[in-house]
T-cell receptor, first 114, second 112 residues
Framework: AQSVAQPEDQVNVAEGNPLTVKCTYSVSGNPYLFWYVQYPNRGLQFLLKYITGDNLVKGSYGFEAEFNKSQTSFHLKKPSALVSDSALYFCAVRAAGGSYIPTFGRGTSLIVHP | KAGVTQTPRYLIKTRGQQVTLSCSPISGHRSVSWYQQTPGQGLQFLFEYFSETQRNKGNFPGRFSGRQFSNSRSEMNVSTLELGDSALYLC???????????FGPGTRLTVL
């Protein structure tokens, strides 16, 4: 079985400050990890993925994520938040060699204040 | 490359009716998955089609069905609509080595 937890329903950050959106996962074997962003009334947009290799993954729009195997975490980060980053963020996981269907977290609403 | 397209973008139906939603995947992608998104339940997996065969299925009643055509386009059908079926229905296509999913803009279904 595979699962994802996004422990914060909402994250508030001031524009220009660094942001972190947390994600922890549980999977049998090696994980494939993904982050998506969703703007109101839109589909999910792919941000980045971790498959193997370097623990720091860089993605779209200046986002990056850090894979930590010992803590089974894959937190999304950005050095300097923009108001336009305000959106709903989803973490997803699937097992390498396992089901092709990822399991999604419940989402974290990021609000960046001017 | 063109992205995933979904039609229609918005639908209003009444209880008891049926509805068909359409999804065209990214060119070359053979897998199409469908999700239901509601504020209370989050993102819930409906089913996945690969090469015209249902490969994975979520935990939804038989009123929800789908199919995939030889060109990988997929349709989802919901019969005997209920108020609780009001949701954003998302289609995702995937392909390549790691099968990451790319989503369409969704179809907003409102059941009155």
């Amino acid at each position: 079985a595979q699962s994802v937890a996004q422990p914060e329903d909402q994250v508030n950050v001031a524009e220009g400050n660094p942001l972190t959106v947390k994600c922890t996962y549980s999977v049998s074997g090696n994980p494939y990890l993904f982050w998506y962003v969703q703007y109101p009334n839109r589909g999910l947009q792919f941000l980045l993925k971790y498959i193997t290799g370097d623990n720091l993954v860089k993605g779209s729009y200046g986002f990056e994520a850090e894979f930590n195997k010992s803590q089974t975490s894959f937190h999304l980060k950005k050095p300097s938040a923009l108001v336009s980053d305000s959106a709903l963020y989803f973490c997803a996981v699937r097992a390498a060699g396992g089901s092709y269907i990822p399991t999604f977290g419940r989402g974290t609403s990021l609000i960046v204040h001017p | 490359k063109a992205g995933v397209t979904q039609t229609p973008r918005y639908l209003i139906k009444t209880r008891g009716q049926q509805v068909t939603l359409s999804c065209s995947p990214i060119s070359g992608h053979r897998s199409v998955s469908w999700y239901q998104q509601t504020p209370g339940q989050g993102l819930q997996f409906l089913f996945e089609y690969f090469s015209e065969t249902q490969r994975n299925k979520g935990n939804f009643p038989g009123r929800f069905s789908g199919r995939q055509f030889s060109n990988s386009r997929s349709e989802m059908n919901v019969s005997t609509l209920e108020l609780g079926d009001s949701a954003l229905y998302l289609c995702a296509s995937s392909g390549g080595e790691y099968n990451e999913q790319f989503f369409g803009p969704g179809t907003r279904l409102t059941v009155l």
